[in-house]
């Protein structure tokens, strides 16, 4: 009977054992509790704590059973009611190397020309050690029109100066800077009618760069990729993860010599890449990042820019940074009169033009989807959306899986909507691109009219509603680092309104905006489907890697027009903290010591621009 009990308690004594190991294999590094927890997972739509070992999230549910994973080491966090959401996916932002083109002094609030370049001359005098004057934010409506080297010679006379307008696809240059990139009569317009040179009736150059025909000129003056690039990147990686924002997608690294495919962009791409890369080494990368190589060009070879990004796919393939996709900049920009459409521009007998020809879109898709690479389209007048729609569905015949993309879509035909919706095309949208802000409102009726207005702009929340997966996002540096929170992105598509403009109205006026679930949904699993990424991030789910999100507010229970108003508590990458409210006035000092400058909340005239520096 002893010997049978002495079995007995040994038995029990390993199972007990054996629990305690389980038990301890299971305790998390974190555990958050007492939260208002928006997972993005249908299967599972709230929960009230979320447990996280490593870098991997190892339970979803309620406070009382997250117990379980708690052990002596695991920092615990009360949420105390708060918000947690899946960390912020945009799928469109330059954030890797354009804020260089926000330095120097910024004219946005100049009244008129004289303003603006008193501006300018105050900026250089202040800075007589700068052997290049920069700056940004006039336009046309500002100036009168298109101004000249000779007006700006008033205010630098001996340096090269360049001042980008609001979009950042034209510049303003003196006689200085002309002459140094030896611009002159003979100089050649890269595509005549869309990326030029203004000239006088003699051929000169009078000084305007038109769609960055500045780019070559800046790259010869200014352009240092090494200092630059990295100073660029640390600033607008702390401000997006200061915005929430876990994973992005990096369409085209802005440097002046992205028209250069096959030379200067590649050279670039490899430079931001390797700064990038030693992050990821150190562990201080701050967010995912989905980096495209980007053609611009009327001149390059499809084959040899697919080949060049089968090659940085191979190189850079963690989950961390990669490259998984390319970019096609096929135009120019609609409210300058140039991106392609079907009917002409109202009062002139033109339609615009193309800078990447719809066969070349053609051959890039296709060309890459043999390889197992998406390609994101930049499409803003109806023409291009039509040849990124033929494109993409005879990708999908190679590779079913092919997610290539719509980028921007701020014009799309009604017959290629409908074929967007029963091919479940996906689409990148920038509301700002589509509502008031900049005035966009009036430009796109002056130029377009109301009817293609009311039927082909900006028709992502129709697509949204209709099954599409629509992902939203800000395009800095086309609009501003300070529009780049998720947050603000998606209260401007609730609202179809700019949020930077309290006074803003909605705008197209026919238009059913996104519903908040939708706009959610385009800044989490619907952006990271779009970057084949929706079975590691996106939503909050067990096994998916830890990014997350801390609001101060439930976005469910605010106004939708506070949505951007919203704090960010922390954000968490990789189960890692990336941002924590109590260190903003860090990032703010950083910023500060950068100088880079702060662009205003409210643009005079910033239309959509370099939509990424036309790039969108």
Known sequence: MKTIKLVVSLFLAFIIISCKSEIKKDVADMVFTNGNIYTVNDAQP??????????????????????????????????????????????HDHLIASAWVSLGVQIYEAIDRADAIRMIKEYADANPDKKVIQGIGWDTNMLGGYPTAKELDVAVPNRPAFILDNTIHDAWLNTAAL??????????????????????????????????????????????????????????????????????????????????????????????????????????????????????SAVGDPQKFVDFGAKMKDRYKSDKLMVTSL???????????????????????????????????????????????????????????HAAVEAILAARKIDPNNRSALHHAIYVHPDDQQRII?????????????????????????????????????????????????????????????????????????TLKDASNSNATAFPENRTPMTLEEAIKAITIDAAWQLQMDDKIGSIEVGKYADLVV??????????????????????????????????????????????????????????????????
């Open 46 to 91: 709230s929960a009230e704590a979320v447990a996280v070992k490593d870098n991997k999230i190892v339970f979803v549910g309620s406070s009382e059973d997250a117990k379980a994973y708690i052990g002596e080491n695991t920092k615990t966090t009360d949420l105390q009611g708060k918000t947690m959401m899946p960390g912020f996916v945009s799928a």
């Open 179 to 296: 002459t140094a990139a030896n611009i002159t009569k003979d100089t050649p317009d890269t595509v005549p009618g869309v990326t030029f040179w203004k000239r006088d009736a003699q051929g000169n150059p009078t000084g305007t760069a038109i769609e960055i025909q500045w780019f070559e000129a800046y790259g010869q003056i200014a352009w240092d990729p090494e200092n630059m690039i990295r100073e660029s990147a640390e600033l607008l990686y702390g401000i997006a993860a200061s915005n929430g924002t876990t994973t992005f997608l990096n369409p085209g690294i802005v440097t002046p010599n992205i028209k250069d495919v096959h030379d200067g962009m590649e050279k670039d791409f490899v430079v931001a890449m390797d700064i990038l890369k030693e992050w990821e080494d150190k562990g201080a990368l701050k967010m995912r990042t989905v980096a495209l190589p980007m053609y611009k």
């Open 327 to 385: 970019k096609i900049h096929p135009e120019g920009n609609t409210v300058a009169g140039t991106a392609p459409h079907f009917e002409n521009y109202l009062g002139t007998d033109g339609n615009g033009s193309f800078n990447v020809q719809p066969d070349e879109t053609m051959a890039i898709i296709t060309k890459a989807a043999e390889v197992g690479l998406d390609v994101m389209v930049h499409t803003d007048g109806d023409r291009s959306s």
């Open 422 to 494: 029963d091919n479940k095309i996906p689409v990148n949208s920038t509301p700002n691109f589509t509502n008031t802000f900049g005035n966009g409102d009036k430009d796109n009726i002056r130029i377009r009219g109301a009817e293609q207005v009311n039927s082909s702009l900006g028709r992502y929340p129709h697509f949204a509603r209709n099954g599409v997966r629509v992902s939203i996002s800000a395009d800095v540096p086309s609009t501003p680092s300070s529009m780049q929170g998720p947050l603000f992105v998606a209260q401007c598509a609730v």
């Open 551 to 616: 609001l101060a507010e439930n976005p469910f229970e605010v106004e939708k027009q506070s949505l951007k108003d919203i704090k960010i508590e922390a954000t968490i990458m990789d189960g890692k903290y990336t941002y924590k409210a109590d260190n903003r006035t860090a990032l703010n000092e950083a910023i500060k010591d950068m100088q880079f400058p702060a662009m205003p909340s409210e643009l005079k005239g910033c239309g959509h621009g370099i939509h990424e520096a036309h790039m969108h």
